[in-house]
């Protein structure tokens, strides 16, 4: 047995499903402006952990080599030099004066130290600094010995003869503003991770 629906009752039904579709609309509208909202601060808090914290960063050339190779993706933190200073031997990321590209290179002297080369060997503080971790070779060239500023770090490549690093005129000693952090390990490719 069917009932017949009268035009008053289809009207009191129309009326209930408009108000129902006007509150899906409602809700998704807000569910729209709350995903707005997540999105907006996601890539916010990405940002920030990328300026402040960490960042993956691409070696680009060969002034590293072999510690570093080309196209390897690292990841560099920029926590520890809130806390404590620069250290000879670390891997760091930083920017050339008038530059806005980084570089990779490593500290070999730190406020105070004296470095210079003479044939072809790199001393430290007057004595010669084994560098048997990372480079045999001879360095093209000598420097007459140069004091490291205060808030300053020597750097070099681990390429030594094929590296533009602060044994450069147009480069030198890098102040500690333009580090940018140091480098804590190969993440990419995944076969080649390791900590460095």
Not at 44 to 49: D, H, N, P
Not at 153 to 172: A, H, I, K, Q, W
């Amino acid at each position: 047995m069917s009932r017949k629906i009268d035009k008053k009752q289809l009207a009191r039904l129309r009326k209930n499903a408009e108000a129902l579709h006007a509150k899906d609309e409602a809700y998704k509208k807000a569910s729209d402006r709350d995903f707005a909202l997540w999105l907006v601060m996601v890539l916010v808090a990405a940002f920030a952990v990328r300026l402040f914290l960490f960042e993956p960063v691409r070696v680009s050339g060969d002034s590293m080599y072999d510690t570093l190779i080309h196209n390897e993706r690292m990841f560099v933190e920029k926590v520890s030099y809130w806390f404590e200073r620069p250290q000879r031997g670390q891997i760091i990321i930083c920017y050339y004066p008038n530059h806005t590209s980084t570089c990779v290179k490593r500290i070999i002297g730190v406020p105070g130290d004296r470095v210079a080369i003479t044939g072809g060997e790199l001393y430290l503080n007057g004595e010669k600094l084994d560098e048997s971790a990372y480079w045999e070779d001879l360095i093209w060239g000598d420097m007459a010995e140069i004091t490291v500023p205060e808030d300053c770090v020597f750097v070099m490549g681990d390429n030594r003869n094929d590296s533009s690093d602060s044994r450069s005129p147009l480069v030198g000693p890098i102040p500690y503003s333009r580090i940018v952090g140091r480098v804590r390990s190969v993440i990419w490719p995944i076969e080649e991770a390791r900590k460095v």
